[in-house]
């Protein structure tokens, strides 16, 4: 086999015929279920300004710093789009969503890029799904998105997942907790791993995110975020763990699951599954009361979530959960002769006006080659076409799953095939 002469980007995959249907699946599910939720679909583009991700996520993260594609065209510059939150929100302030009245409940599906080390379940080219409920700050919401998180993988059937579950509070209690963890970090600074040095003075919660091993038992010895929130905030935090409780939704606290950015307020939470071994997210998210203000609109409140969608068919291989349905066609019409083929190109628009999907040859094969094509097309039904049947006027029809057949005429084989 010649090598190819062109080849994808590093990290970025084709989707092939045979993957694309489990694809479709869910995404067609993740519609639907949106849907009984009252969520709306909203899509942007692939490419944003630069600006919103560094305001979005922060000049100071992983994903600004090293794991953008960015690209300039004359003054302005733009990047592939790592995430969506930032691009909704966007979207919501520079279309006036706020003005449609109440609550903006939307969904989204689609691809990101980020330029890392391509490794299992995280190419550099991604996907993901998601939600945002951008002008609520009910804990209703925060367990309404949550619940359509979790609603998702349990129609899939990955059912084997753990909630986890925290707050981190109002700007306010933040300041409070940064201030501790970094007075218990401080007698120990020159022990924490580079990364967490480098985030100790401008960014101290992201430590709590370190997986470096030298950071651990300074993470596990560390003040937790609940002991300094306000009234407010605690009240908050009830309300959710209450309402996930009414719903039967388990969660486990994790005092340690913060979200980096300041515009990150109150509710945390990711789901996670043992499936997956050590790499177990399967999605997270939190509220950003104050992300819509740090873009430029007015202060609105939100709360949101992300989901890998690679993650969640790597957690379906491992659990021998298959997606989607097999390709099958209904009729392939099998001719021999000029004549019949032109009979047969004239009846597959009639086929498929009555619903049934149909296909012939394309390439003048012989009656052997077109049913073994058949085959492999896993065609329900070949309609058998030579001279004498176009003569008699009466067509084979065979069954090809149990391999019966008839001789029909192409009225009765609409009749038999349409009930």
């Given at each position: 086999?010649?090598?190819?002469?062109?080849t994808?980007?590093?990290?970025m995959?084709?989707?092939?015929?045979?993957?694309?249907?489990?694809?479709?699946?869910?995404?067609?599910?993740?519609?639907?279920?949106?849907?009984?939720?009252?969520?709306?679909?909203?899509?942007?583009?692939?490419?944003?300004?630069?600006?919103?991700?560094?305001?979005?996520?922060?000049?100071?993260?992983?994903?600004?710093?090293?794991?953008?594609?960015?690209?300039s065209?004359?003054e302005?510059?733009?990047?592939?789009?790592?995430e969506?939150?930032?691009?909704?929100?966007?979207?919501?302030?520079?279309?006036?969503l706020?003005?449609?009245?109440?609550?903006?409940k939307?969904?989204?599906?689609?691809?990101?890029?980020?330029?890392?080390?391509?490794?299992?379940?995280?190419?550099?080219?991604?996907h993901?799904?998601?939600?945002e409920v951008?002008?609520?700050?009910?804990?209703?919401?925060?367990v309404e998105?949550i619940?359509f998180?979790i609603?998702?993988?349990?129609?899939?059937?990955?059912?084997?997942?753990?909630?986890?579950?925290?707050?981190?509070?109002?700007?306010?209690?933040?300041?409070?907790?940064k201030e501790?963890?970094?007075?218990?970090?401080?007698?120990n600074f020159?022990?924490?791993s580079?990364?967490?040095?480098?985030?100790?003075?401008?960014?101290p919660?992201?430590?709590l995110?370190?997986?470096?091993?030298?950071?651990q038992?300074?993470?596990?010895?560390?003040?937790?975020?609940?002991?300094?929130?306000g009234?407010?905030s605690?009240?908050?935090?009830?309300?959710?763990?209450?309402?996930?409780?009414?719903?039967d939704?388990?969660?486990?606290e994790?005092?340690y699951?913060?979200?980096?950015m300041?515009?990150?307020t109150?509710?945390?939470?990711?789901?996670?599954?043992?499936?997956?071994?050590?790499?177990?997210?399967?999605?997270?998210?939190?509220?950003?009361?104050?992300?819509?203000e740090?873009?430029?609109?007015?202060?609105?409140?939100?709360?949101g979530?992300?989901?890998?969608?690679?993650?969640?068919?790597?957690?379906c291989?491992?659990?021998?959960?298959?997606?989607?349905?097999e390709k099958?066609?209904?009729?392939?019409?099998?001719?021999?002769?000029?004549?019949?083929?032109?009979?047969?190109?004239?009846k597959?628009?009639?086929?498929r006006?009555?619903?049934?999907?149909a296909?012939?040859?394309y390439?003048g094969?012989s009656?052997?080659?077109?049913?073994?094509?058949?085959?492999r097309?896993?065609?329900?039904?070949?309609?058998?076409?030579?001279?004498?049947?176009l003569?008699?006027?009466?067509?084979?029809?065979?069954n090809?799953?149990?391999?019966?057949e008839?001789?029909?005429?192409?009225d009765?084989?609409?009749?038999?095939?349409?009930?």
């Amino acid at each position: 086999m010649a090598q190819a002469k062109y080849t994808t980007h590093l990290g970025m995959v084709d989707i092939l015929p045979d993957d694309v249907r489990k694809w479709q699946y869910l995404e067609n599910l993740i519609r639907e279920e949106a849907e009984k939720f009252n969520l709306e679909e909203i899509r942007t583009p692939i490419m944003e300004q630069t600006e919103l991700i560094v305001r979005g996520l922060g000049q100071l993260t992983d994903i600004v710093s090293k794991e953008i594609f960015s690209f300039s065209r004359g003054e302005d510059n733009y990047v592939l789009r790592p995430e969506l939150t930032a691009p909704v929100v966007r979207s919501y302030v520079e279309n006036h969503l706020d003005q449609r009245g109440g609550s903006q409940k939307l969904f989204y599906i689609g691809p990101m890029f980020r330029a890392e080390r391509p490794q299992k379940g995280r190419q550099r080219q991604f996907h993901q799904f998601g939600a945002e409920v951008i002008g609520s700050d009910d804990p209703i919401a925060d367990v309404e998105v949550i619940a359509f998180m979790i609603h998702i993988y349990n129609k899939v059937g990955i059912t084997n997942t753990s909630l986890k579950l925290n707050s981190i509070g109002d700007p306010e209690s933040r300041e409070k907790y940064k201030e501790a963890l970094k007075a218990h970090l401080k007698p120990n600074f020159d022990q924490l791993s580079d990364v967490s040095k480098k985030r100790f003075e401008n960014n101290p919660l992201r430590i709590l995110d370190s997986k470096e091993e030298e950071d651990q038992p300074f993470i596990e010895s560390a003040p937790v975020i609940t002991d300094y929130l306000g009234e407010e905030s605690l009240a908050h935090y009830k309300k959710v763990k209450e309402y996930l409780s009414d719903l039967d939704i388990p969660f486990e606290e994790d005092p340690y699951l913060v979200r980096g950015m300041d515009y990150y307020t109150q509710t945390a939470f990711e789901l996670i599954s043992p499936d997956l071994g050590a790499q177990d997210a399967l999605a997270g998210g939190g509220r950003y009361d104050l992300l819509v203000e740090e873009i430029g609109g007015q202060p609105t409140p939100a709360v949101g979530f992300a989901a890998g969608m690679e993650r969640l068919f790597i957690a379906c291989e491992e659990l021998g959960i298959k997606l989607g349905s097999e390709k099958k066609v209904d009729v392939y019409i099998v001719t021999l002769g000029d004549e019949a083929r032109r009979w047969g190109l004239s009846k597959l628009p009639i086929l498929r006006e009555h619903g049934l999907s149909a296909t012939m040859d394309y390439m003048g094969r012989s009656m052997k080659a077109q049913m073994k094509d058949a085959n492999r097309e896993n065609a329900q039904y070949t309609l058998i076409v030579g001279g004498n049947e176009l003569t008699e006027g009466k067509f084979t029809l065979r069954n090809m799953v149990e391999s019966e057949e008839n001789s029909l005429e192409f009225d009765e084989i609409l009749k038999k095939l349409s009930k």
